[in-house]
């Protein structure tokens, strides 16, 4: 048995929030075939489904985003698994709006939630991090992480969702670099990334093609046209 863990804080207020993402993960895998009805257990919205032949339990801590280990441990006890059993999908201030990464362990990075989850089931779980993108100072960190999606942001906040959870069956057969591969071909690269620059050989191509448009035509050089414009301009070196 599996436990897919979306970190989230619960209520209308913070359902498009930034910081939400990870709910918003596991709503989406949820929609997939094969999922019940949310339901309450284990102070969480729960779905039970089966992914790629393994049995998988969909949470989202009803318990504040600071608490929700409470809730994810409380279920690992009861199913009597071990941290590698639990997948945690959360939001990533360092990681640029769109990109992901997954790892087993590691620090918690001043992640409330994570911290939570470290004290109540131990450290060697698995972390699928969305993204979110830093608002570049400081001060501004609490108002984006707790701040809507933009309308811009669906651009890529959508393929991102519908990709994991599309795939979800990679996530649970831990074949994450190919989780991670669907996910960057799904955006379109890195948002906020510069278009290409064309290349050497394009460019001069196109800089040949406008030479080649502004040369004048071969003027005759035989003919009565020829002796028209010798009798005009006179021959070469007069």
């Not at 600071?66 to 009861?78: H, I, T």
């Not at 941290?83 to 790892?103: F, Q, S």
């Given at each position: 048995?599996?436990?897919?863990?979306?970190?989230?804080?619960?209520?209308?207020?913070?359902?498009?929030?930034?910081?939400?993402?990870?709910?918003?993960?596991?709503?989406?895998?949820?929609?997939?075939?094969?999922?019940?009805?949310?339901?309450?257990?284990?102070?969480?919205?729960?779905?039970?489904?089966?992914?790629?032949?393994?049995?998988?339990?969909?949470?989202?801590?009803?318990?504040?985003?600071?608490?929700?280990?409470?809730?994810?441990?409380?279920?690992?006890?009861?199913?009597?698994?071990?941290?590698?059993?639990?997948?945690?999908?959360?939001?990533e201030l360092d990681l640029p709006a769109g990109k992901a990464r997954i790892k087993t362990g590691g620090g918690h990075g001043g992640h409330n939630g994570i911290k939570s989850i470290d004290a109540h089931c131990g450290k060697e779980y698995r972390r699928l991090r969305l993204g979110i993108g830093h608002p570049g100072v400081k001060d501004l960190v609490h108002a984006h992480v707790l701040g809507d999606f933009a309308k811009a942001d669906?651009?890529?906040?959508?393929?991102?969702?519908?990709?994991?959870?599309?795939?979800?069956?990679?996530?649970?057969?831990?074949?994450?670099?190919?989780?991670?591969?669907?996910?960057?071909?799904?955006?379109?690269?890195?948002?906020?990334?510069?278009?290409?620059?064309?290349?050497?050989?394009?460019?001069?191509?196109?800089?040949?093609?406008?030479?080649?448009?502004?040369?004048?035509?071969?003027?005759?050089?035989?003919?009565?046209?020829?002796?028209?414009?010798?009798?005009?301009?006179?021959?070469?070196?007069?």
């Amino acid at each position: 048995m599996l436990i897919i863990a979306g970190l989230g804080n619960p209520g209308p207020k913070y359902t498009g929030n930034r910081h939400n993402i990870g709910f918003m993960a596991v709503d989406a895998i949820q929609r997939r075939p094969s999922f019940s009805s949310w339901s309450k257990k284990f102070k969480a919205e729960i779905a039970e489904g089966e992914i790629a032949g393994e049995r998988v339990l969909l949470m989202k801590p009803q318990t504040y985003m600071n608490l929700s280990g409470e809730a994810v441990g409380e279920a690992m006890r009861f199913y009597k698994l071990a941290p590698k059993d639990i997948v945690v999908i959360y939001d990533e201030l360092d990681l640029p709006a769109g990109k992901a990464r997954i790892k087993t362990g590691g620090g918690h990075g001043g992640h409330n939630g994570i911290k939570s989850i470290d004290a109540h089931c131990g450290k060697e779980y698995r972390r699928l991090r969305l993204g979110i993108g830093h608002p570049g100072v400081k001060d501004l960190v609490h108002a984006h992480v707790l701040g809507d999606f933009a309308k811009a942001d669906q651009a890529w906040l959508s393929p991102l969702l519908d990709t994991i959870a599309d795939n979800a069956e990679l996530l649970v057969k831990g074949e994450d670099s190919q989780l991670l591969n669907k996910v960057a071909l799904a955006i379109g690269g890195k948002p906020g990334e510069k278009p290409q620059a064309p290349s050497k050989q394009t460019v001069q191509s196109h800089i040949h093609q406008a030479r080649s448009a502004a040369q004048p035509k071969k003027l005759p050089t035989t003919g009565p046209m020829a002796e028209m414009l010798k009798r005009m301009f006179g021959s070469k070196g007069d």
